[in-house]
């Protein structure tokens, strides 16, 4: 049985950085792309990184680009999250899911009806 774990969120003040880590169990994370989403409070799910299999590009959202990085550890079967420089308006529940098929990633926006395995969340909270 494929799980998809998040852990990492915390709360932050704006400015400050929190890293994000995706862990799997019953499946090989580095052998497919895997995708960060958040969803706020009253809003809708979105994609906002996404990274292709075997470590090759990365993608970003305009919210996030220039302040969050993604990354893999293949050895530990981790993906992580970098975000830098928060803002009370990053304040949501993140995720990582994949379809686990998929070694490249599709345009973002779509990425949250084409994946099926997802984490259960893991809330950033950015606040003063």
């Known amino acids: 049985q494929v799980k998809l774990m998040e852990s990492g969120g915390d709360l932050v003040q704006p400015g400050g950085s929190l890293r994000l880590t995706c862990a799997a169990s019953?499946?090989?994370?580095?052998?497919?792309?895997i995708g960060w989403f958040r969803q706020a409070p009253g809003k809708e799910r979105e994609g906002i990184s996404c990274?292709?299999?075997?470590?090759?590009?990365?993608y970003y959202s305009d919210f996030v680009k220039g302040r969050f990085t993604v990354s893999r550890d293949s050895a530990k079967n981790r993906v992580y999250l970098q975000m830098n420089n928060l803002k009370p308006e990053d304040t949501a529940v993140y995720y990582c899911?994949?379809?686990?098929?998929?070694?490249?990633?599709?345009?973002?926006?779509?990425?949250?009806?084409?994946?099926?395995?997802w984490g259960q969340g893991t809330q950033v909270t950015v606040s003063s």
């Open positions: 990274i292709n299999a075997a470590d090759g590009p990365t």
């Open positions: 899911a994949t379809d686990l098929n998929t070694i490249y990633c599709d345009s973002l926006s779509e990425l949250v009806d084409e994946y099926d395995f």
């Open positions: 019953g499946a090989t994370l580095n052998n497919y792309a």
